[in-house]
């Protein structure tokens, strides 16, 4: 009963510096968001992915671009880190219950990004 | 995602109920109100969820007002555990481009 999974949980870059966090889902879910919060923040949508095959833009994905590889994985990238982007990065996966009204995303533990 | 207005903060203490207030004046006749909460250092987790009529399941109930313009989680129970921060979203139904997370309502429980 794994979830949603990031790796890493921790990481250290230098500005400049590029990085991928990754992210797995195995209950197959078609939805996937990237979320980053930021001290006594709530969430803030990066980017999510209604679907496999595609990517939309959400509240702040400047300095970002993600990938939907499969189904299952849904990566986030920083090409070149920036102080501003330290944070923390939550993964989450959802299906939305076009019955039910309900969207339930399971997230991930998170990844602690720290930018010098 | 409209906005929801929630207290910044609220005490309670161990064993007795809790009412988490929120406030969606803005909300439309198909928005759902979702809740969520967040432990200590862990991702969100779903809670309970709405449309009109109160709900219940086996971590809270959601009491909705008939106007829709505001409602009520209700923690029946407090624990320690309990202590978390909690999430009011109004959400559009049937969109999968996520949720818009306030800063919630920090809940403090005194044992």
């Known amino acids: 009963n794994a979830g949603v999974t990031q790796t890493p949980k921790f990481q250290v870059l230098k500005t400049g510096q590029s990085m991928t966090l990754q992210c797995a889902q195995d209950m197959n879910h078609n939805s996937m968001y990237w979320y980053r919060q930021d001290p006594g923040m709530g969430l803030r949508l990066i980017y999510y992915?209604?679907?496999?095959?595609?990517?939309d833009k959400g509240e702040v994905p400047n300095g970002y671009n993600v990938s939907r590889l499969n189904k299952r994985e849904f990566s986030l990238r920083l090409e070149s880190a920036a102080p501003s982007q330290t944070s923390v990065y939550f993964c989450a996966s959802s299906e939305v219950g076009f019955l039910t009204g309900a969207n339930v995303l399971t997230f991930g533990a998170g990844s602690r990004l720290t930018v010098l | 995602d409209a906005k929801t207005t929630q207290p910044n903060s609220m005490e309670s203490n161990e064993e007795e109920p809790v009412h988490l207030p929120c406030n969606h004046s803005t909300i439309s006749g198909t928005d759902y109100i979702h809740w969520y909460r967040q432990l200590p250092s862990q991702g969100p987790e779903y809670v309970i969820h709405?449309?009109?009529s109160n709900v219940n399941n086996r971590m809270a109930s959601l009491a909705i007002a008939e106007d829709r313009k505001s409602s009520t989680l209700i923690l029946h129970r407090a624990t320690l555990r309990d202590a978390a921060v909690y999430y009011c979203i109004q959400y559009s139904g049937g969109g999968a481009d996520g949720l818009t997370f306030g800063k919630g309502t920090h809940l403090i429980i005194q044992p």
């Open positions: 992915s209604a679907s496999e095959g595609t990517t």
């Open positions: 709405g449309l009109t």
